[in-house]
């Protein structure tokens, strides 16, 4: 979680936050890509740097995914992770499903 908070360093909350969140993703090696349905949105991990590991320890290895979410998330700001889908680490694909929380969104 706190690895999340740190990634935008001091940038305050972004104006497109579902865009910076997956540039920062980006940046850590997941190739994500950004599909919308109504409100709800799912950004898909293509890869997963840790794709060894997590076979050997998904569940360790997707909850520290998760925390890195949560906390890119708050950093970023007006968005709100709501679920991580896992999927086989090989394959990737995992899915981030957030939604943009009206409330702190700069749109």
Not at 74 to 83: I, K, L
Request: one cysteine or more.
């Amino acid at each position: 979680y706190r690895a999340g908070l740190g990634l935008r360093g001091d940038e305050g909350p972004a104006d497109h936050p579902v865009e910076a969140f997956a540039e920062q993703m980006a940046r850590q090696g997941f190739e994500p890509t950004i599909a919308t349905d109504g409100a709800s949105t799912v950004i898909t991990l293509q890869t997963c740097p840790f794709a060894n590991v997590a076979l050997a320890d998904p569940d360790t290895v997707c909850e520290l995914h998760r925390g890195l979410a949560d906390g890119l998330a708050e950093s970023v700001g007006g968005m709100v992770v709501e679920e991580l889908e896992v999927r086989d680490p090989r394959d990737a694909a995992c899915g981030i499903r957030c939604r943009v929380d009206q409330q702190h969104s700069r749109r």
